[in-house]
């Protein structure tokens, strides 16, 4: 029999449900039952190999509603919920319920589990200093920053100090965690663009009554983080990852095949053989990365003025263009003409973990969401951060002044960024033996694999929810 079930809850997308699906991976490892809840247009992305695990069950709730937020949509998905629930607790076979683990933009399901009686964790898909510099700025009340003004936030070190860049952004976009499903309910949110620095973070109300919170980071990463999350919310903050696929832990020094360990049906114009050609054929950490995710991406105005750095810049590189969400279809076409052998330009899907992966690549140019950052620092891989909404911006502040593994592209990210800094950023990011040898040390640091620190948070976080269930009877 197993320990008992816990609920795991997905926000929509892809970008949460992969650390969700690693996060349920780990349980089942420490024989809890793992029941994934999950939307049903995600449904088929779910591998048959993880549903039909005999620790896993799979619940579906409705799918968001396509074009404008549906305000009915989170009561309809919470009934299901409940129908789930109540037929689970009626069963006598069922394994007890220990906790619910939920996705924050999904903090609406949290009334259906403590209906009965079933903890709930707050969990954070992105790292533990996005949501510390964004409850920081709040708390520091640093939304009236001017040029040249900075604001140290109580508890985080100077070198994470609020400055007037840090607010400064371009609007627009869906926000984050959403990805065109139903908005939380709650403040925060700045038109499109996610949340506004300095006011109250839109996940504040969504986390709200969880008796703990769990991170997709680990200590080696964001532990000074961690700390100030726990002290100013009050509860256990643990860091569980980054949770990212078993065959990316298994060596540091192996190449990763992403088509062994990622399903999906969007199409390439290079196979994975022949990116691995291309890359076999050019220096030891000399090549540039370019991708920006697949949800947001660079202006179209900005384009042209990436195209013209790849191109000044004489530095070999692979850029992975999407022809989705916002960019209109935008290829660089001539480009390929014009640099000839000594760049690769992937229209659709990249197999970004085998490039981040292979000892060719030496730079990348990154939107710096989450997953794509830990990717990178997992790999040794310095960033040259273009941030673009939400937590991107606060992902590159860990990269560029905590960590010291990289760059920004520009400082007035409000603006379109000019080819002559992104040249300027791809030269200084590639020559600088300093950030390159910091970012091999973070690879060593995971040398062993899956970082004990994170190995040791899911133990804590076993023994507290078990000690929750009998101290307050639920």
Known sequence: ?????IFVVTAYGQGHVQPCLELCRHLISRDYH??????????????????????????????????????????????ELLAHLSARSSDPESPRALCAIVDFPMGW?????????????????FGACAAAMEWGAWKAQAG???????????GLSEEMAITYWDLKRKPGGPPRGGGGGPKPPGGGGGGGGGPVPGVRPPWVPQVEGSVALMFNTCDILERPFLEYMEAQMGIPAWGVGPLLPEQFWKSSDTLVRDREIRQHSRPSNYSEEEVIQWLDSKPSGSVLYVAFGSELTPSMEEYPELAGALEESGQPFIWAVQSKSGTSGYFPHGLDTKVGDRGLVISGWAPQLLILSHQSTGGFLSH????????ALGRGVPILAWPIRGDQHFNAKLVVNHLKVGYRVANDLSEIVRKDDIAKGIERLMGDGEIHRRAAQLKASFRSGFPASSMAALDAFGEFIVSQKMDKHY
């Open 1 to 5: 029999m197993p320990s008992g079930e």
């Open 34 to 79: 793992a029941t994934l809840v999950v939307s049903s247009n995600l449904f088929s992305t779910i591998p048959s190999s993880f549903s039909s695990h005999p620790l896993v069950s799979v619940a579906q709730i409705s799918s968001p509603p396509m074009g404008p937020p549906d305000p009915s949509a989170p009561q309809q998905a919470n009934q």
């Open 368 to 375: 710096c969401g989450w997953n794509s950052t830990a990717e």
């Open 144 to 154: 009236d920053l001017r040029p040249g003004e900075s604001r140290s936030i109580p």
């Open 109 to 125: 399901t949290k009334e259906s589990f403590l209906k009965y009686g079933i903890p709930v964790v707050g969990f954070f898909t």
